[in-house]
């Protein structure tokens, strides 16, 4: 007999949401322990640097959570509320608002709040727990292994269902050996190396474009934040997270370009200093911040995991590729994913089948509520990465403002398949790649969202829809590559 029924490795925000929606749909019913490598005392974090994130969600997806397993998120783990993000173009003259209403969340106190509500509902803790791999019978996962930090000595828990969310590194989902399906690694070119401060400071110029007390600001721009964007996300009338995120090859693009050589670092604080409306920022000392306000991690922006579940494990969160590819935004994700995943397990363990097939239903459900649109978004982010600012300008000007923003604020591909019609008069070669690129995005995207939609009812299906769908990738990755040169 497995000792619990569900362990959750990595008591993150993806992992506590999932324990417990899993106790909500289950009423509460079956044994659920969460493993951490932290301590008690400072749950959920990332790494050593802390709970490093630009801390904004959308109220949408908390929203999501709250109605159907009835968690609540207030204040304190709420710091501040918004009314949208604004997104600058590199010059400045235009701002896209998407994403509408949000919250600036605590990340440090937000996993205590969790737990305590997880332990409220009956949910166990395993705290200081290094996990290596997964437990496997008959080609079955079947428990979690790995070094009790406490103790130096081994640990090994069984039980019928692994959630692995344990993050971006996800050693679970980089060793898994039962499945051919789940995607292993990541490419390089995927991830973001991204950095942020929590600081107070003391009004400068007042500039909405660069401090907004009730908006969430990103600003595009190649040479300060090359191939990622920077972000000044306010968490009152004078404090901030501030910070940016770069792909790499994009930075050494951009290096070789200006004959600079800069980190993510240098950058962030370069970004800091030339921000007109914040002047003399510190770090926050704040006891809520105090372990957090300052730091470098990484995010993937791609599309989630192919395959999200095998025997016995699921993954959630950034372990699966979450956030989306577009801003990088892996807590909305993590809440709906987390949300919807608690109820396919429940049934999973009611109908006793904890196999692949048994568990296969998260992969359509997810994709329904809301992985149909991140393909088509990771080939949009390609396309922009290789853009200049002058194109980023023109296009986010001339295209992108002149769009129905419903799709924007939808999160989904915008629709450019009109660029150029409609007596749109495009001048100049340079501006006639940005609608090309833009206008093809679109029409990938329309097939991307329709094969999604046809993703395999059970697994038998799935090497012919994976195939197919890797096919159309590498060819549209490859035209928008053209696109920049
Ligand atoms: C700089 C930056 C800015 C961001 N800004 C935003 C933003 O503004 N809005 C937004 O929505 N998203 C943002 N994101 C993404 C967001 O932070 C993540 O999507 C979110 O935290 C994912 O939660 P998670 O629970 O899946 O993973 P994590 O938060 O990484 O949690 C994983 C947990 O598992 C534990 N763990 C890992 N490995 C092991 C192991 N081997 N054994 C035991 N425990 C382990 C970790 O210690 C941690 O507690 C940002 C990310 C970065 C890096």
Redesign the pocket.
Known sequence: MADYDVIV???????TVTAQAISYYSNQNIRILV????SEFM?????LAG???????SKEAVDFMAERIKVNWTRPEIEHDVKGVMAFSPDKKTAIPFDGAGFMLN?QIL?ETQNKRCKDMGIEFEYE????GLVYQEGQVVGVQ?IDNKTRQAFKHTSKIVVD????????RNGLGNSTKVEKRIDRRDLES???YIMHFEPGQRDLAEFDPDYCIIHLDQDIAPGGYG?V?PKGDSKVNI?L?VEKSMLDKRNKRLGKKDNVESLMKEYLHRNVAIRDARLSKEPQDINNNSG????SVRRQNDCMVSGGYVM????AW??KPID???????LIAGTILGSNIAQALEADDTSEAGLWRYNLDYIREYGYKTAGLELFRRLVQQMTNKQISYGMKHFLGNLDVESISKGEHPDFSGLGKIGMIIRGAMNKTVADGLRYTSTQNQWLVKHYNDYPKDPSGFDEWSKALHKRLGESFAKVEAFGS
């Not at 959630?316 to 372990?319: A, F, I, K, R």
């Open positions: 490795a990595g008591g993150g925000l993806a992992g493993v951490d490598r932290n749950p959920g974090r990332k790494s709970w490093v994130c630009g801390d904004a969600c990340r996993p727990i290094n996990l290596t790995g969310a344990t993050g971006v590194t996800s050693m679970l991204t950095g942020r972000w996300f910070g995120g470098v991690f990484q995010v959630v969160g950034d372990s979450m956030p990088a935004g892996g807590i909305g994700p993590a």
